[in-house]
């Protein structure tokens, strides 16, 4: 594995790998020292086009971490924000000697382009023979945040297989993904990852926010959420209503907020129709009130807070496994 792209591009191993991985990073960080050697003298880029707080101080700490040198780069204030090309952007990075950049951008496709233009080959300082730059992404558009499916499947793992689950999958879980999913990179990426390590997985939205082709891809399509809880999901994921990403406004998408509140929203009603076992997860940041009632945000079924924590681990997995895991 070079690169971190796509949860299409995943193998069932390689999937398993990175939360095994993840799993022994998430013991290190219960120790009083929580910092590893492992990437010493090696630089990591955190290079964000696209405003975030989890995904950002979630990689800048897990390379830290690591003990790796880590530079943000954010476009306001850059010379991105001055019209500079990413092109150019990328030679800058190549030329500091980037060992791995992690890339989130509004472009679907940007961290493909970083990863497969030839752009960032490695600085000449390490010589010929040097591996090149490892490309994460860390979200692009609404295509993919292969980090953030990983880190919420290493979540259900702990929960519904177990926390010393080493090389399992989530092979016969109910898996239901609610929400704004037209909108959705994390939809994309969960649904390919969740099919490859083996569970069920049902998409819920109503017809306006359900992408076109969204039939041909590996999940169940369901219209009605209150049908769906009472299948018993091992695990409800609520996706936040990206009102930003909608246009001209959310009317077109909605007919109202309490319209969608009260079909598509989960709340202490339908929290009690899961099963005792059943969890909720959320990608952050919550819309409370809207998708996700304070009474479901905060229940004891909630993992939420914990997904945030677990993301630490699971982006540690993936750099060490793109940058040392060879050696």
């Not at 990328?90 to 961290?111: E, P, Q």
């Not at 909605?254 to 059943?278: C, F, I, N």
Request: glycine content about 8%; hydrophobic content about 45%.
């Amino acid at each position: 594995m070079q690169h971190l792209l796509s949860t299409a591009e995943l193998s069932r191993a390689d999937a398993i790998d990175i939360l095994d991985t993840a799993a022994q990073m998430a013991a290190t960080q219960e120790r009083e020292i929580k910092k590893l050697p492992t990437l010493r003298g090696r630089t990591v880029v955190n290079l964000f086009f696209e405003d975030s707080t989890r995904t950002r101080i979630s990689f800048e700490t897990a390379a830290k971490r690591l003990s790796a040198d880590v530079i943000n780069f954010s476009a306001k204030g850059s010379s991105a924000s001055k019209g500079e090309s990413l092109k150019d952007t990328a030679l800058t990075l190549n030329a500091m000697g980037a060992d791995a950049v992690v890339v989130r951008s509004a472009a679907s496709g940007a961290a493909h382009q970083l990863a497969h233009s030839g752009w960032l080959t490695g600085s000449s300082f390490y010589g010929s023979d040097h591996p090149g730059v490892a490309i994460l992404n860390a979200g692009d558009g609404t295509h993919q945040h292969p980090t953030q499916a990983l880190l919420d499947a290493y979540t259900m793992r702990r929960h519904l297989v177990g926390p010393d689950a080493l090389g399992q999958g989530l092979d016969g879980l109910k898996v239901a993904i609610v929400g704004d999913v037209l909108h959705s990179r994390v939809a994309r990426s969960n649904v390919w990852l969740l099919k490859t390590l083996g569970a069920d997985v049902t998409l819920v939205a109503p017809p306006t926010l359900l992408p076109v082709g969204a039939e041909t891809w590996p999940a169940k399509l369901s219209y009605d959420l209150d049908a769906t809880l009472a299948a018993k999901p091992d695990a409800v994921m609520m996706l936040r209503v990206q009102r930003e990403r909608m246009g001209g406004g959310s009317s077109a998408f909605l007919p109202s907020a309490q319209e969608y509140t009260r079909l598509y929203g989960l709340d202490r009603k339908r929290l009690e129709v899961l099963p005792k076992h059943g969890i909720v997860l959320h990608p952050g940041p919550m819309n409370r009130g809207l998708e996700i009632s304070a009474e479901a945000a905060d229940s004891p079924q909630s993992v939420i807070v914990e997904q945030v924590a677990n993301g630490v681990a699971v982006r540690m997995a993936a750099l060490y496994l793109l940058l040392a895991g060879k050696e």
